[in-house]
């Protein structure tokens, strides 16, 4: 059933959650992106550039440009604009490529 803009006026989130980024608690509402969430908490930058080491975090906010790339949950390269938060994620800031595991 489709709602109209005037019913959604009153419109309240579920109860709010809480994730992490590297190591700190974050405060996140249900239907939010880990982007959204971050941004919420007044982090703008999540991971850095491969050449230079330059702070990146959201664009575009929909996943078209991946400057928002963050390691989620130990999985690196996650587009945190189109990855729901969820009570306990752990974010972390991502340097370079993202595959600290590899060595690269």
């Known amino acids: 059933m489709a709602r109209t803009p005037a019913e959604?006026?009153?419109?309240q989130p579920g109860p709010p959650f809480r994730i992490t980024f590297d190591g700190r608690p974050v405060t996140a509402l249900p239907g939010q992106?880990?982007?959204a969430a971050l941004w919420g908490a007044g982090i703008l930058a999540w991971r850095t550039t491969r050449v230079?080491?330059?702070?990146?975090?959201?664009?575009?906010?929909?996943?078209?440009?991946?400057?928002?790339?963050?390691?989620?949950?130990?999985?690196?390269n996650r587009r945190a604009?189109?990855?729901?938060?969820?009570?306990?994620?752990?974010?972390?800031?991502?340097?370079?490529?993202?595959?600290?595991?590899?060595?690269?």
Do not use: K, M, W
């Open 33 to 35: 992106s880990v982007a």
């Open 8 to 11: 959604l006026v009153g419109a």
């Open 81 to 104: 604009c189109l990855v729901p938060a969820r009570p306990g994620d752990a974010v972390t800031t991502q340097e370079g490529h993202g595959r600290a595991a590899l060595g690269v």
């Open 52 to 76: 230079g080491g330059r702070p990146r975090g959201a664009f575009c906010g929909i996943g078209q440009c991946y400057d928002c790339l963050a390691t989620i949950n130990g999985e690196p």
